[in-house]
């Protein structure tokens, strides 16, 4: 069965740090990208960063590059999140999702087709 | 990027009812949108992919079509476990992967 387990959340002053950590079981985790969405209290879904199998490409949304950084330890089974310089518009739920590739109408498309339950990330002094 | 308008952003409902959900993308994204559900407190689920393929385990209540721009999310018969929220997501151009804002079901 696949699971993830993120950890790592809580209150945390504006301008500060935290590092998320999303712990997979149930399938071979360096054979898939991963990503973290989040959602803002009472809002919808934002994806914000995917990081590859060997970790050798990530991408952002524009609101957090240079802020945040995606890493991944495969040995662990493991994917992180490092939070720099957090605002007040960061708080959310954040998530861990496996990145999945379907083939269809001639090209690959993405889709996450197992998510942990989510940690809170409180931004406020 | 992608923009993503889902509508109706709320619908109430009876179980048994059949009810539909729109998703409209800015641009062509052939059939590379998918759906999730959501309950309250809990992580979002994968329904359909594709379309209109359905994900492991999701019952046959659960349809999908559309091509292009214009995508639908049909339930035929709504049960009291299908109350949620309901979020589609493009596939097709990334990054950023975009979803919709949410179509918010309730109980009429």
């Known amino acids: 069965e696949v699971q993830l387990e993120e950890s790592g959340g809580g209150l945390v002053q504006p301008g500060g740090s935290l590092t998320l950590s999303c712990a997979a079981s149930g399938f071979t985790f360096g054979s898939f990208w991963m990503t973290w969405v989040r959602q803002a209290p009472g809002r919808g879904l934002e994806w914000v960063a995917s990081?590859?199998?060997?970790?050798?490409?990530?991408n952002y949304v524009d609101s957090v590059r240079g802020r945040f950084t995606i890493s991944r330890d495969n040995a662990k089974k493991s994917l992180y999140l490092q939070m720099n310089t957090v605002r007040a518009e960061d708080t959310a739920v954040y998530y861990c999702a496996r990145q999945t590739y379907y083939y269809g109408s001639g090209k690959y498309y993405i889709i996450y087709d197992y998510w942990g339950r989510g940690t809170l990330v409180t931004v406020s002094s | 990027d992608i923009q993503m308008t889902q509508s109706p952003s709320s619908l109430f409902a009876s179980a048994g009812d059949r009810v539909s959900i729109t998703c409209r993308t800015s641009?062509?994204?052939?059939?590379?949108l998918n759906w999730y559900q959501q309950k309250p407190g809990k992580a979002p689920k994968l329904l359909i992919y594709g379309a209109s393929s359905l994900h492991t385990g999701v019952p046959s209540r659960f349809s999908g079509s559309g091509t292009g721009t214009d995508f639908t999310l049909i339930i035929s018969s709504l049960q009291p476990e299908d109350f949620a929220t309901y979020y589609c997501q493009q596939g097709h151009s990334t990054p950023p992967i975009t979803f919709g804002q949410g179509t918010r079901l309730g109980i009429k």
């Open positions: 990081i590859k199998q060997d970790g050798g490409e990530e």
């Open positions: 641009q062509n994204i052939t059939s590379h």
